[in-house]
C-alpha cells in the first residue's frame, strides 16, 4: 500500500499516482515531476494502435538501468503491435518517472503499466538493498 508523505500534485488516484508538479515522497522514494502534455502524448500513441493496456518492464544496479521491452494489450487481452514511435515514447515516460535511485546500488526493478481507458499509470517498484545489522555484546 502507498504510504504517501508529501506531494504537490494536480489530483491523484486512491494509490497515490499522481500528476506531479514538483517531487512526491512515497514510501521513501523520490519521485520526479511529470508534464501533463507528456503522459498524454503517450496515452494518444497508444490509443492510435488500439492498445487498452501497455506494460513495460525495468531493472537497474550498480549506476545502470534499462526499461525493456513494451508489451501492449487490446481490449480482447490480444498483443497490439507497436511502432517504433510508441515504444520510444513509453521506454522515454518511464525512464523519465522512476524513482530518484532506481538505478544505483543494488537498484530495483518493476513494472509500469500504462491503463489507457482511465489515462492512468500504475507502478510496481521493487527497491533492493542490503540491510547491515551490528550486534555487539561482551561474554
Same mark, same amino acid.
Given at each position: 500500500?502507498?504510504?504517501?508523505?508529501?506531494?504537490?500534485?494536480?489530483?491523484?488516484?486512491?494509490?497515490?499516482?499522481?500528476?506531479?508538479?514538483?517531487?512526491?515522497?512515497?514510501?521513501?522514494?523520490?519521485?520526479?515531476?511529470?508534464?501533463?502534455?507528456?503522459?498524454?502524448?503517450?496515452?494518444?500513441?497508444?490509443?492510435?494502435?488500439?492498445?487498452?493496456?501497455?506494460?513495460? *518492464?525495468? %531493472? $537497474?544496479? #550498480? +549506476?545502470?538501468?534499462?526499461?525493456?521491452? /513494451?508489451?501492449? @494489450?487490446?481490449?480482447?487481452?490480444?498483443?497490439?503491435?507497436?511502432?517504433?514511435?510508441?515504444?520510444?515514447?513509453?521506454?522515454?515516460?518511464?525512464?523519465?518517472?522512476?524513482?530518484?535511485?532506481? *538505478?544505483? %546500488? $543494488?537498484? #530495483? +526493478?518493476?513494472?509500469?503499466?500504462?491503463? /489507457?481507458?482511465? @489515462?492512468?499509470?500504475?507502478?510496481?517498484?521493487?527497491?533492493?538493498?542490503?540491510?547491515?545489522?551490528?550486534?555487539?555484546?561482551?561474554?
Amino acid at each position: 500500500m502507498w504510504d504517501e508523505r508529501s506531494a504537490i500534485t494536480d489530483g491523484e488516484d486512491d494509490a497515490g499516482v499522481a500528476l506531479f508538479r514538483g517531487a512526491t515522497v512515497l514510501n521513501d522514494l523520490i519521485l520526479p515531476e511529470v508534464r501533463a502534455d507528456d503522459r498524454e502524448a503517450v496515452f494518444r500513441l497508444l490509443a492510435e494502435r488500439g492498445a487498452a493496456t501497455a506494460e513495460a *518492464e525495468y %531493472d $537497474g544496479s #550498480g +549506476d545502470e538501468g534499462y526499461v525493456g521491452a /513494451v508489451t501492449a @494489450r487490446g481490449p480482447d487481452g490480444s498483443v497490439v503491435a507497436l511502432p517504433r514511435e510508441a515504444e520510444e515514447a513509453v521506454r522515454d515516460f518511464v525512464f523519465a518517472t522512476l524513482p530518484e535511485g532506481w *538505478e544505483i %546500488d $543494488g537498484g #530495483g +526493478d518493476g513494472v509500469v503499466t500504462f491503463e /489507457v481507458a482511465d @489515462r492512468r499509470v500504475r507502478y510496481a517498484h521493487f527497491s533492493r538493498y542490503v540491510e547491515v545489522n551490528c550486534d555487539e555484546w561482551e561474554a
